[in-house]
């Protein structure tokens, strides 16, 4: 992925007060996956980029840090 992703889905999480365990359960992943994925130990696949744009409602670009919002 890039290293703009994990700074941009924490800051996302983050602005919108909603725990990492409450957006782990949302997004049907365990919390340490997302923290991983926050963290950049771990990189997503396709399929959660979507998910989880779609949860935030931003674009895939904006969470690859390819467009300003």
């Known amino acids: 992925m890039n290293e703009d992703f994990p700074r ?3 800051l996302q999480r983050k602005e919108r007060k ?3 365990k409450k957006a782990a359960t949302d997004l049907g992943i365990s919390q340490a996956l ?3 994925y926050e963290k ?3 990189e997503c ?4 980029l979507v998910r ?5 409602n931003v674009s895939c670009d904006y969470l690859l840090g390819r467009t300003p919002e």
Not at 45 to 48: I, Y
Not at 52 to 56: E, G, P, T
């Open 52 to 56: 989880i744009a779609d949860y935030y």
């Open 34 to 36: 997302l923290s991983h």
């Open 45 to 48: 696949g396709l399929d959660f």
């Open 40 to 42: 950049g130990i771990r």
């Open 8 to 10: 941009i889905i924490t």
């Open 18 to 20: 909603i725990s990492q």
